[in-house]
């Protein structure tokens, strides 16, 4: 059996986007609820914050795209030093579609995009899952 999880089975939501049918299973990443949604919008399966960066890693970043890089570089070490949250993450994506829902403003840099990455065998959140 392989271990590989299919580019398709996770994707990207922002919280703020209406839920789909297609979705799967929806888990939102973000350590802090998302402002303005309620739960019934959010239509969360799973909220998984164990799996979020950090707090004092998620204000150093800012989403500022200059410290993108190095993002990536802190937050896979802050997954992989949380072994439990990422394998339950990863045998969801294994069963079929995951959507992770996060709140983020920029789409393009944010932790769900790194996240998404190492899910599909550390490509370091390269794709976007769009």
């Known amino acids: ?13 922002r919280a703020y986007e209406p839920a789909a049918g ?7 990443i973000d350590r802090l609820w998302p ?7 959010a239509a969360v ?4 914050k164990e799996i979020a960066p950090s707090t004092e890693l998620r ?3 800012g989403h ?5 890089a190095e993002f990536q570089e802190k937050y ?3 997954v992989r030093a949380n072994a439990q949250a990422f394998e339950q993450l990863r045998e969801l994506a294994r069963k079929g579609r995951v959507t992770l829902v996060y709140s983020a403003h920029d789409e393009e840099h944010n932790d769900a995009v790194v996240l998404r990455g190492l899910l599909l065998d550390g490509a370091k959140g390269r794709e976007t899952g769009r």
């Open 1 to 13: 059996m392989s271990t590989r999880i299919p580019a398709a089975n996770v994707r990207l939501k």
């Open 22 to 28: 297609d979705d799967g299973t929806r888990v939102l």
């Open 35 to 41: 402002r303005g949604v309620s739960k019934d919008e």
């Open 45 to 48: 399966d799973l909220w998984l």
């Open 59 to 61: 204000k150093w970043f």
């Open 64 to 68: 500022d795209p200059a410290l993108w």
């Open 76 to 78: 896979t070490s802050e």
